[in-house]
């Protein structure tokens, strides 16, 4: 593939810069064109469109952005290195790229952003599935982003997409179901990156819906940790740390006690913690004289 814009190849740019990738900040280069235009346009037509990118690095990802249309590009990195790299891209691109120089778990990313926006991002395997938890339980729903395409190693993808009855259903397959429409795009091959980890990773897209079933994010939480905590136990056994009555809790919300974590579907949960707010607001309210 033919250079994507005027700037020079990334790696003349990293080797200028004495760029290296970072194991401590989960750091993976993409040096792809091929690859960094196909996630930019998975992510949907971006003329005129805010995107949100964390850990750009030395910018790959961001030209390819840039590149595709997006008509403003607000990226988030805590390295200090790959300032001056990102800083030749927006002299190259006036006016459309914004570099935040910060730890994305403290930026006020929906601030950034400063209005609708999408999240595009070959996010940091040490912090990857730390944001999305954050991002998936924002108190504001409908979220400030209309869409999240976010690559991760392909384990935690496969965790993120996982229906009830998989393998790999847990808390991360509850929140993302609950909230979003979340899919595999594609598979990226770990020589696709400097330096290549030691695992495939996967392209995903998360959706948000417009109504997901009403529940509280913090208490859905705690039912899932106690479930997946003990996964391989039924939920008479696995739900005894939420406290109180653990039989009733589970006929409240119509399951069978005999079940474990991974055969319950989503809104079974999400009658788990509807019930669990029910009793902890029966318990907490003053009883009458």
């Known amino acids: ?41 998975a992510a949907g037509p971006l003329d005129g469109v805010t995107v949100v990118e964390v850990g750009p690095g030395p910018g790959g990802l961001t030209r390819a952005l840039l590149a595709a249309g997006a008509a403003r590009v607000v990226a988030v990195e805590r390295d200090a290195r790959c300032l001056p790299a990102l800083a030749e891209i927006a002299a190259h691109y006036p006016g459309r790229l914004e570099v935040i120089e910060g730890d994305a778990l403290k930026v006020n990313l929906a601030a950034a952003a400063g209005g ?14 730390v944001l999305l938890v954050d991002w998936l339980t924002s108190e504001r729903w409908p979220p400030w982003y209309g869409s999240m395409t976010l690559m991760f ?41 400097v330096p290549p980890p030691k695992v495939t990773s996967s392209v995903v897209q998360l959706v948000p819906r417009a109504a ?5 994010c913090a208490v859905l939480e705690r039912v899932t940790a106690a479930a997946f905590g003990q996964r391989r136990k039924m939920l008479r056994q696995s739900l005894k740390s939420l406290g109180g009555d653990t039989a009733a809790l589970i006929a409240q919300a119509g399951l069978d006690p005999t079940q474990r974590a991974e055969t319950v579907p989503i809104e ?5 913690a509807n019930a669990l707010s029910a009793d902890d607001t029966r318990r907490t309210e003053p009883s009458e004289a």
């Open 153 to 193: 190693q392909k384990e935690v993808a496969q965790r993120i997409t996982a229906r009830p009855g998989e393998d790999a259903f847990g808390r991360l397959g509850v929140l993302a179901g609950w909230r979003t429409e979340a899919r595999i795009l594609f598979d990226v091959p770990a020589s696709a990156f």
């Open 116 to 129: 609708a926006a999408r999240i595009v991002a070959n996010l940091p395997y040490n912090v990857g599935s």
């Open 268 to 272: 079974g949960f999400v009658a788990l």
């Open 212 to 216: 997901p079933l009403a529940c509280s």
């Open 1 to 41: 593939m033919s250079q994507i814009d005027d700037l020079p190849p990334l790696r003349e740019v990293v080797r200028r810069h004495g760029l290296s990738a970072t194991k401590a900040l989960g750091q993976n280069f993409l040096f792809d064109l091929n690859l960094t235009s196909r996630i930019a346009r």
